[in-house]
Protein backbone atom coordinates (compact mmCIF):
# COMPACT_ATOMS: atom_id res chain seq x y z
CA UNK A 1 0.00 0.00 0.00
CA UNK A 2 1.32 3.60 -0.63
CA UNK A 3 0.11 6.46 0.81
CA UNK A 4 0.72 9.49 -1.08
CA UNK A 5 1.08 13.40 -1.06
CA UNK A 6 1.44 14.03 2.80
CA UNK A 7 2.35 17.10 4.25
CA UNK A 8 4.17 15.85 7.38
CA UNK A 9 4.24 11.72 8.59
CA UNK A 10 4.87 10.90 12.14
CA UNK A 11 7.78 8.49 12.66
CA UNK A 12 8.79 8.14 9.32
CA UNK A 13 10.61 10.74 7.00
CA UNK A 14 8.52 12.05 3.80
CA UNK A 15 10.21 10.95 0.76
CA UNK A 16 8.68 13.02 -1.68
CA UNK A 17 5.11 12.84 0.37
CA UNK A 18 5.33 8.82 0.20
CA UNK A 19 4.90 6.18 2.35
CA UNK A 20 5.18 2.43 1.72
CA UNK A 21 2.95 0.59 4.24
CA UNK A 22 2.50 -3.17 4.78
CA UNK A 23 -0.62 -4.34 3.10
CA UNK A 24 -2.90 -5.23 -0.48
CA UNK A 25 -1.42 -2.96 -3.27
CA UNK A 26 -3.47 0.22 -2.92
CA UNK A 27 -2.82 4.06 -2.57
CA UNK A 28 -4.66 6.35 -0.33
CA UNK A 29 -4.57 10.42 -1.70
CA UNK A 30 -3.19 11.67 1.41
CA UNK A 31 -2.56 15.36 -0.03
CA UNK A 32 -2.72 18.48 2.67
CA UNK A 33 -2.52 15.79 5.29
CA UNK A 34 -0.58 14.70 8.67
CA UNK A 35 0.13 11.05 8.75
CA UNK A 36 0.41 9.58 12.60
CA UNK A 37 0.83 5.67 13.41
CA UNK A 38 -2.75 4.49 14.75
CA UNK A 39 -3.33 5.78 17.79
CA UNK A 40 -4.14 3.25 21.06
CA UNK A 41 -6.21 3.89 23.34
CA UNK A 42 -4.84 2.29 26.39
CA UNK A 43 -7.48 2.26 28.97
CA UNK A 44 -11.60 2.30 27.87
CA UNK A 45 -14.83 0.55 29.03
CA UNK A 46 -16.65 -0.44 26.24
CA UNK A 47 -19.80 -1.58 28.03
CA UNK A 48 -20.16 2.20 28.98
CA UNK A 49 -20.65 3.21 25.68
CA UNK A 50 -24.24 2.06 25.91
CA UNK A 51 -24.30 5.13 29.71
CA UNK A 52 -23.35 7.86 28.14
CA UNK A 53 -24.69 11.01 29.72
CA UNK A 54 -26.78 9.16 32.20
CA UNK A 55 -28.63 11.88 35.08
CA UNK A 56 -27.04 11.57 38.31
CA UNK A 57 -23.40 10.69 37.33
CA UNK A 58 -21.82 14.46 36.58
CA UNK A 59 -20.30 16.45 39.26
CA UNK A 60 -21.03 13.84 41.89
CA UNK A 61 -19.10 11.90 44.28
CA UNK A 62 -17.30 8.45 43.38
CA UNK A 63 -19.43 7.09 46.22
CA UNK A 64 -22.71 7.97 44.30
CA UNK A 65 -21.05 7.62 41.26
CA UNK A 66 -20.69 3.75 41.16
CA UNK A 67 -24.21 2.79 42.66
CA UNK A 68 -25.62 4.65 39.95
CA UNK A 69 -23.68 2.98 37.07
CA UNK A 70 -24.69 -0.55 38.76
CA UNK A 71 -28.51 0.22 38.70
CA UNK A 72 -28.18 1.18 35.05
CA UNK A 73 -25.88 -1.87 34.47
CA UNK A 74 -28.77 -4.15 36.59
CA UNK A 75 -31.73 -2.28 34.75
CA UNK A 76 -30.67 -3.05 31.18
CA UNK A 77 -29.45 -6.23 32.12
CA UNK A 78 -25.94 -7.34 31.08
CA UNK A 79 -25.90 -9.68 28.66
CA UNK A 80 -24.01 -10.78 25.35
CA UNK A 81 -26.50 -9.08 23.37
CA UNK A 82 -25.98 -5.67 25.24
CA UNK A 83 -22.07 -6.13 25.12
CA UNK A 84 -21.84 -6.81 21.38
CA UNK A 85 -23.67 -3.79 20.84
CA UNK A 86 -21.97 -1.63 22.97
CA UNK A 87 -18.51 -2.29 21.98
CA UNK A 88 -19.62 -2.15 17.98
CA UNK A 89 -20.44 1.41 19.22
CA UNK A 90 -17.38 2.17 21.23
CA UNK A 91 -15.23 0.32 18.57
CA UNK A 92 -16.16 2.02 15.46
CA UNK A 93 -16.34 5.50 17.23
CA UNK A 94 -12.88 4.58 17.74
CA UNK A 95 -12.10 3.81 14.43
CA UNK A 96 -13.76 6.96 13.16
CA UNK A 97 -11.69 8.90 15.69
CA UNK A 98 -8.17 7.49 14.45
CA UNK A 99 -7.84 4.78 17.33
CA UNK A 100 -6.72 1.60 15.60
CA UNK A 101 -6.40 -0.38 19.04
CA UNK A 102 -8.80 -0.22 21.81
CA UNK A 103 -7.81 -1.66 25.41
CA UNK A 104 -11.25 -2.88 26.81
CA UNK A 105 -11.41 -2.70 30.70
CA UNK A 106 -14.16 -5.29 31.15
CA UNK A 107 -15.15 -4.71 35.08
CA UNK A 108 -18.78 -5.46 34.70
CA UNK A 109 -19.75 -9.34 35.32
CA UNK A 110 -23.51 -10.26 36.47
CA UNK A 111 -22.70 -12.39 39.69
CA UNK A 112 -24.92 -14.66 38.74
CA UNK A 113 -22.47 -15.78 35.83
CA UNK A 114 -20.45 -19.37 36.19
CA UNK A 115 -16.77 -18.97 35.05
CA UNK A 116 -17.48 -20.85 31.74
CA UNK A 117 -20.44 -18.39 31.21
CA UNK A 118 -18.23 -15.27 31.03
CA UNK A 119 -16.02 -16.36 27.58
CA UNK A 120 -19.44 -15.63 25.60
CA UNK A 121 -19.55 -11.75 27.19
CA UNK A 122 -15.43 -11.65 26.14
CA UNK A 123 -15.79 -13.24 22.40
CA UNK A 124 -19.06 -10.66 21.98
CA UNK A 125 -16.48 -7.97 22.46
CA UNK A 126 -14.33 -9.63 20.33
CA UNK A 127 -16.37 -10.09 17.69
CA UNK A 128 -17.30 -6.43 17.67
CA UNK A 129 -13.81 -5.86 16.89
CA UNK A 130 -13.57 -8.28 14.21
CA UNK A 131 -16.36 -7.37 12.81
CA UNK A 132 -15.40 -3.39 12.30
CA UNK A 133 -11.22 -4.68 11.85
CA UNK A 134 -9.84 -2.67 14.67
CA UNK A 135 -7.46 -4.00 16.93
CA UNK A 136 -8.41 -5.44 20.86
CA UNK A 137 -7.17 -5.83 23.72
CA UNK A 138 -9.44 -7.59 25.98
CA UNK A 139 -8.68 -7.30 30.01
CA UNK A 140 -10.40 -9.27 32.27
CA UNK A 141 -11.73 -7.11 34.98
CA UNK A 142 -12.63 -7.21 38.35
CA UNK A 143 -14.75 -5.20 40.63
CA UNK A 144 -15.28 -7.26 43.86
CA UNK A 145 -16.11 -10.30 41.99
CA UNK A 146 -15.08 -13.67 43.97
CA UNK A 147 -11.11 -13.94 43.40
CA UNK A 148 -11.53 -17.48 42.48
CA UNK A 149 -14.56 -17.46 40.27
CA UNK A 150 -12.32 -13.76 38.53
CA UNK A 151 -9.15 -15.98 38.19
CA UNK A 152 -10.98 -19.33 36.72
CA UNK A 153 -13.11 -16.41 33.98
CA UNK A 154 -9.68 -14.32 33.04
CA UNK A 155 -8.13 -17.86 32.43
CA UNK A 156 -11.05 -19.46 30.37
CA UNK A 157 -11.31 -15.88 28.47
CA UNK A 158 -7.54 -16.00 27.69
CA UNK A 159 -7.85 -19.90 26.44
CA UNK A 160 -10.92 -18.56 24.54
CA UNK A 161 -9.13 -15.78 22.54
CA UNK A 162 -5.70 -15.92 22.85
CA UNK A 163 -4.33 -18.81 24.99
CA UNK A 164 -0.70 -17.16 25.07
CA UNK A 165 -1.80 -13.39 25.24
CA UNK A 166 -2.01 -12.51 21.52
CA UNK A 167 -3.69 -14.15 18.83
CA UNK A 168 -2.09 -15.84 15.87
CA UNK A 169 -2.81 -12.86 13.46
CA UNK A 170 -2.42 -10.28 16.27
CA UNK A 171 -5.61 -8.76 16.16
CA UNK A 172 -6.59 -9.32 20.21
CA UNK A 173 -5.02 -9.68 23.08
CA UNK A 174 -5.69 -10.60 26.26
CA UNK A 175 -4.58 -9.28 29.94
CA UNK A 176 -6.08 -9.24 33.33
CA UNK A 177 -6.86 -6.12 35.43
CA UNK A 178 -8.87 -6.17 39.02
CA UNK A 179 -10.11 -2.43 39.46
CA UNK A 180 -8.16 -1.16 42.01
CA UNK A 181 -7.52 -1.88 45.91
CA UNK A 182 -10.63 0.06 46.72
CA UNK A 183 -12.91 -2.91 45.35
CA UNK A 184 -10.78 -5.95 44.76
CA UNK A 185 -8.38 -7.83 48.04
CA UNK A 186 -5.32 -8.93 48.18
CA UNK A 187 -6.82 -12.66 46.93
CA UNK A 188 -7.63 -11.39 43.78
CA UNK A 189 -4.61 -9.20 42.89
CA UNK A 190 -2.64 -12.34 43.56
CA UNK A 191 -4.33 -15.07 41.65
CA UNK A 192 -4.83 -12.78 38.82
CA UNK A 193 -1.05 -12.43 38.89
CA UNK A 194 -1.06 -16.73 38.92
CA UNK A 195 -3.24 -16.43 35.46
CA UNK A 196 -0.59 -13.77 33.93
CA UNK A 197 2.31 -15.15 34.47
CA UNK A 198 0.96 -19.10 33.33
CA UNK A 199 -0.31 -17.78 30.44
CA UNK A 200 2.13 -14.42 29.56
CA UNK A 201 -0.71 -11.55 30.08
CA UNK A 202 -0.18 -8.07 30.74
CA UNK A 203 -1.40 -6.83 34.08
CA UNK A 204 -3.40 -3.39 34.33
CA UNK A 205 -5.22 -2.23 37.31
CA UNK A 206 -6.02 1.57 38.57
CA UNK A 207 -4.47 3.38 41.30
CA UNK A 208 -4.65 7.02 43.32
CA UNK A 209 -8.36 7.63 42.11
CA UNK A 210 -9.93 10.24 44.75
CA UNK A 211 -11.87 7.05 46.12
CA UNK A 212 -8.87 5.20 46.00
CA UNK A 213 -6.90 6.63 48.21
CA UNK A 214 -9.57 6.97 50.87
CA UNK A 215 -11.02 3.56 50.55
CA UNK A 216 -7.15 2.46 51.48
CA UNK A 217 -6.25 4.71 53.68
CA UNK A 218 -10.17 3.93 55.40
CA UNK A 219 -9.74 0.09 54.97
CA UNK A 220 -5.79 -0.38 55.29
CA UNK A 221 -4.22 2.72 56.73
CA UNK A 222 -1.64 2.57 53.78
CA UNK A 223 -1.58 4.39 50.13
CA UNK A 224 -2.92 2.10 47.40
CA UNK A 225 0.61 2.16 45.71
CA UNK A 226 1.85 0.42 48.83
CA UNK A 227 -0.57 -2.22 48.61
CA UNK A 228 0.13 -3.02 45.40
CA UNK A 229 3.81 -3.07 46.04
CA UNK A 230 3.09 -5.60 48.87
CA UNK A 231 0.59 -7.95 46.40
CA UNK A 232 3.50 -8.30 43.31
CA UNK A 233 1.51 -5.59 41.41
CA UNK A 234 4.25 -3.01 40.44
CA UNK A 235 6.23 -4.90 38.03
CA UNK A 236 7.66 -4.38 34.15
CA UNK A 237 4.32 -6.02 32.90
CA UNK A 238 2.29 -3.74 34.83
CA UNK A 239 0.00 -0.46 33.60
CA UNK A 240 -1.78 1.68 36.03
CA UNK A 241 -4.15 4.08 35.00
CA UNK A 242 -5.11 7.30 36.37
CA UNK A 243 -2.27 8.22 39.12
CA UNK A 244 -3.86 11.43 39.75
CA UNK A 245 -2.36 11.96 43.33
CA UNK A 246 0.75 10.18 43.57
CA UNK A 247 3.84 11.81 45.12
CA UNK A 248 7.38 12.49 44.48
CA UNK A 249 8.94 9.54 46.43
CA UNK A 250 5.74 7.27 44.59
CA UNK A 251 6.75 8.39 41.17
CA UNK A 252 10.22 7.31 42.37
CA UNK A 253 9.03 3.71 43.03
CA UNK A 254 7.04 3.62 40.33
CA UNK A 255 9.88 4.28 37.78
CA UNK A 256 12.53 1.97 39.84
CA UNK A 257 9.75 -0.82 39.05
CA UNK A 258 9.53 -0.35 35.64
CA UNK A 259 6.03 0.28 35.51
CA UNK A 260 4.00 2.25 32.50
CA UNK A 261 0.86 4.28 33.38
CA UNK A 262 -1.95 5.39 31.49
CA UNK A 263 -3.11 9.49 31.83
CA UNK A 264 -6.83 9.71 31.54
CA UNK A 265 -7.71 13.28 31.79
CA UNK A 266 -11.27 13.45 29.83
CA UNK A 267 -12.26 10.67 32.61
CA UNK A 268 -10.20 12.34 35.82
CA UNK A 269 -11.22 16.17 35.39
CA UNK A 270 -15.01 15.69 34.97
CA UNK A 271 -14.98 12.43 38.07
CA UNK A 272 -13.13 15.81 39.88
CA UNK A 273 -9.93 13.35 40.46
CA UNK A 274 -7.39 16.08 39.59
CA UNK A 275 -4.36 15.87 36.88
CA UNK A 276 -1.88 13.36 36.89
CA UNK A 277 1.69 15.00 37.00
CA UNK A 278 2.39 13.66 33.29
CA UNK A 279 5.40 15.59 33.04
CA UNK A 280 7.21 14.18 36.53
CA UNK A 281 6.03 10.80 35.67
CA UNK A 282 7.61 10.87 31.97
CA UNK A 283 10.86 13.17 33.28
CA UNK A 284 11.28 9.94 36.08
CA UNK A 285 11.07 7.52 33.35
CA UNK A 286 7.98 5.81 32.75
CA UNK A 287 5.82 5.63 29.66
CA UNK A 288 3.01 7.31 29.55
CA UNK A 289 0.08 6.14 27.64
CA UNK A 290 -3.21 7.74 27.47
CA UNK A 291 -6.63 6.54 27.58
CA UNK A 292 -10.30 7.95 26.76
CA UNK A 293 -11.92 5.50 30.08
CA UNK A 294 -15.61 4.78 29.44
CA UNK A 295 -18.67 6.85 28.79
CA UNK A 296 -20.18 7.20 32.39
CA UNK A 297 -17.18 9.45 32.88
CA UNK A 298 -16.18 10.53 29.64
CA UNK A 299 -19.07 10.84 27.36
CA UNK A 300 -16.64 10.18 24.13
CA UNK A 301 -14.16 8.13 23.23
CA UNK A 302 -11.84 10.72 20.87
CA UNK A 303 -8.54 10.13 21.78
CA UNK A 304 -7.00 13.24 19.69
CA UNK A 305 -9.43 15.22 21.75
CA UNK A 306 -8.27 14.00 24.92
CA UNK A 307 -4.39 14.49 23.55
CA UNK A 308 -5.36 17.73 23.32
CA UNK A 309 -6.83 18.13 26.64
CA UNK A 310 -4.15 16.17 28.00
CA UNK A 311 -1.54 19.86 26.67
CA UNK A 312 -4.12 22.06 28.19
CA UNK A 313 -3.93 20.93 31.44
CA UNK A 314 -0.28 20.08 31.78
CA UNK A 315 0.88 23.58 32.85
CA UNK A 316 -1.90 23.25 35.68
CA UNK A 317 0.76 20.52 37.41
CA UNK A 318 4.18 21.03 36.04
CA UNK A 319 6.15 21.76 32.47
CA UNK A 320 3.33 21.93 29.90
CA UNK A 321 3.23 19.00 27.47
CA UNK A 322 3.72 19.52 23.94
CA UNK A 323 2.00 18.44 20.97
CA UNK A 324 4.48 15.96 19.74
CA UNK A 325 4.67 14.56 23.75
CA UNK A 326 0.97 13.75 23.66
CA UNK A 327 0.85 12.08 20.41
CA UNK A 328 3.92 9.52 21.04
CA UNK A 329 1.75 9.08 24.25
CA UNK A 330 -1.13 7.97 22.51
CA UNK A 331 0.72 5.96 20.09
CA UNK A 332 3.93 4.55 21.15
CA UNK A 333 3.25 5.38 25.35
CA UNK A 334 -0.11 3.36 25.02
CA UNK A 335 1.62 0.95 22.21
CA UNK A 336 4.55 -0.16 25.14
CA UNK A 337 2.23 -0.72 27.84
CA UNK A 338 0.67 -3.11 26.23
CA UNK A 339 3.76 -4.68 25.56
CA UNK A 340 3.42 -3.84 21.64
CA UNK A 341 5.35 -1.30 20.29
CA UNK A 342 5.33 -2.32 16.82
CA UNK A 343 1.63 -0.53 16.84
CA UNK A 344 3.60 2.53 16.88
CA UNK A 345 5.52 2.36 13.66
CA UNK A 346 3.70 4.11 10.25
CA UNK A 347 5.00 1.43 8.19
CA UNK A 348 3.69 -1.32 10.31
CA UNK A 349 0.22 -1.60 8.65
CA UNK A 350 -2.26 0.70 11.42
CA UNK A 351 -1.89 4.12 10.37
CA UNK A 352 -4.45 7.14 9.93
CA UNK A 353 -3.96 10.08 7.49
CA UNK A 354 -5.35 13.52 8.94
CA UNK A 355 -6.91 16.05 6.49
CA UNK A 356 -5.51 19.18 7.14
CA UNK A 357 -6.94 21.11 4.19
CA UNK A 358 -9.99 22.48 6.01
CA UNK A 359 -11.21 26.40 7.14
CA UNK A 360 -10.23 25.08 10.75
CA UNK A 361 -6.41 24.67 9.69
CA UNK A 362 -5.87 28.19 7.96
CA UNK A 363 -3.00 29.81 9.31
CA UNK A 364 -1.48 26.84 10.81
CA UNK A 365 2.43 27.17 10.76
CA UNK A 366 3.17 23.86 11.90
CA UNK A 367 0.85 20.65 10.68
CA UNK A 368 1.68 17.83 13.45
CA UNK A 369 0.80 21.18 16.31
CA UNK A 370 -2.10 21.47 14.09
CA UNK A 371 -3.19 18.40 14.24
CA UNK A 372 -3.95 19.08 17.65
CA UNK A 373 -4.23 22.55 18.54
CA UNK A 374 -6.87 23.12 15.81
CA UNK A 375 -10.50 21.63 14.88
CA UNK A 376 -10.11 19.18 18.36
CA UNK A 377 -12.66 16.63 16.92
CA UNK A 378 -12.02 16.09 13.53
CA UNK A 379 -12.09 12.90 11.75
CA UNK A 380 -9.64 11.17 10.32
CA UNK A 381 -9.54 10.82 6.38
CA UNK A 382 -8.60 7.35 6.16
CA UNK A 383 -7.62 4.72 8.59
CA UNK A 384 -5.31 1.60 8.62
CA UNK A 385 -5.52 -1.30 10.48
CA UNK A 386 -2.71 -4.60 9.18
CA UNK A 387 -2.87 -2.84 6.47
CA UNK A 388 -6.42 -2.77 5.86
CA UNK A 389 -8.39 0.31 4.94
CA UNK A 390 -11.32 0.37 7.79
CA UNK A 391 -12.17 3.77 7.11
CA UNK A 392 -11.59 5.59 3.76
CA UNK A 393 -12.89 9.16 3.35
CA UNK A 394 -14.61 9.78 6.68
CA UNK A 395 -16.76 6.94 6.59
CA UNK A 396 -16.35 3.26 7.65
CA UNK A 397 -15.80 0.35 4.97
CA UNK A 398 -18.23 -1.87 4.37
CA UNK A 399 -20.47 -1.07 7.72
CA UNK A 400 -23.62 1.02 7.99
CA UNK A 401 -22.38 3.54 11.04
CA UNK A 402 -26.39 4.20 11.71
CA UNK A 403 -27.11 0.19 11.57
CA UNK A 404 -24.61 0.21 14.41
CA UNK A 405 -26.12 2.97 16.84
CA UNK A 406 -29.64 1.55 16.18
CA UNK A 407 -28.60 -1.95 17.56
CA UNK A 408 -27.77 -0.42 20.56
CA UNK A 409 -30.70 1.83 20.78
CA UNK A 410 -33.04 -1.09 20.07
CA UNK A 411 -31.36 -3.11 22.67
CA UNK A 412 -31.71 -0.92 25.65
CA UNK A 413 -35.51 0.72 24.41
CA UNK A 414 -35.70 -3.46 24.67
CA UNK A 415 -35.03 -3.71 28.04
CA UNK A 416 -36.61 -0.30 29.15
CA UNK A 417 -39.74 -1.63 28.37
Excluded: K
Excluded at 374 to 391: E, F, Y
Amino acid sequence: MHVRGARAILGAPVTEGDLAVAGPDDVLDAEGCVVTPGLVNAHHHLLQSAFRTLPGTRGVAMSTWLPTMAAAYAEAGVDEELVYAAARVGMAEALLCGVTTVADHHLTWPATLAPEDTVPLARATERAARDLGGRLAFVRGSAGDDPESAAHSADLIAEALAPTGLSADGMVQVAVGPAGVHSDSEATFRLMAEVASRRGLRRRTQANEQVDVAIAMTRYGRRPLDLLDEWGWLAPDVTVAHLCDVTAAEIARLAAAGVTATHAPGCDLPMGWGIAPVAALRAAGITVGLGTSGGGSNDAGHLLADARLAMQVSPLVGPPLSALDALTMATAGSAIGLGRPELASVTGGDLCVWDETGVADAGVAEPIAGLLWASPGRRPRHVVVAGRVVVRDGHLVGVDEREITSALTRRLTASAR
